[in-house]
């Protein structure tokens, strides 16, 4: 399987529930990164996984939490949703250390 | 801290070349130079990488001066799917990738 799959493409949900997005990377792929990005702004960095261990965290709260999966799938679970937390959630995967991340087309949440 | 200057905004004819400016005074000796390019409604997309020697792909060229502190992204012929917003990331090792604000490049027809 080639590229870099996440679902829902779209998501609406309250303030104060919880949602989990899902990425699908390419085999072998044993690095994935998680990225959230604002309107009109870069991604901010999450998290990344490497080998289903966390290995790097950006300035986000523990309430943005992660899983990496041994099939190469990983998601991303957000609790207590914010109304700031609206954005376009990014997953990214690479193969080998200094190498090129595909990315996914995102997964636009939105907080109500 | 995105640890790259790259200027806010860019314009280029549609077949005309371009070259898109990075500042990376800071790098080290082990990073690498990433450029990657964000569509409009989609994920960044990889462009091209490099160490110390110009690197070409079927994408664009990549220059980087011989002390490592700026770099040059080269589109040959900016076409209008070229339009973006361009980001040059510095990747060290396993590390994640840094996103600053990217230069906005619009193609005119």
């Known amino acids: 399987e080639t590229g870099v799959t996440q679902s829902p493409t779209h998501l609406i949900k309250t303030r104060g529930q919880q949602v989990t997005l899902r990425c699908s990377s390419q085999s072998g792929h044993n690095t994935v990164s998680w990225y959230q990005q604002a309107l009109g702004q870069g991604p901010q960095f999450i998290f990344q996984?490497?080998?289903?261990?966390?290995?790097g965290r950006g300035n986000f709260p523990p309430r943005f939490s992660g899983l990496q999966f041994p099939n190469y799938s990983s998601e991303l679970n957000v609790n207590a949703l914010e109304l700031d937390d609206s954005a376009l959630y990014l997953c990214?995967?690479?193969?080998?250390?200094?190498?090129?991340?595909?990315f996914g087309s995102g997964t636009r949440l939105t907080v109500v | 801290d995105a640890k790259t200057t790259q200027p806010n905004s860019m314009e280029s004819n549609e077949e005309e070349p371009v070259h898109l400016p990075c500042n990376h005074s800071t790098i080290s000796g082990t990073d690498y130079i990433h450029w990657y390019r964000q569509l409009p409604s989609q994920g960044p997309e990889y462009v091209i990488h490099g160490l110390t020697s110009n690197v070409n792909n079927r994408m664009a060229s990549l220059a980087i001066a011989e002390d490592r502190k700026s770099s040059t992204l080269i589109l040959h012929r900016a076409t209008l799917r070229d339009a973006a917003v361009y980001y040059c990331?510095?990747?060290?090792?396993?590390?994640?990738?840094?996103f600053g604000k990217g230069t906005r490049l619009s193609v005119i027809a």
């Open positions: 996984y490497y080998r289903e261990e966390e290995n």
């Open positions: 990331i510095r990747l060290s090792g396993n590390t994640p990738l840094v």
């Open positions: 990214a995967s690479s193969f080998l250390d200094g190498y090129g991340y595909t």
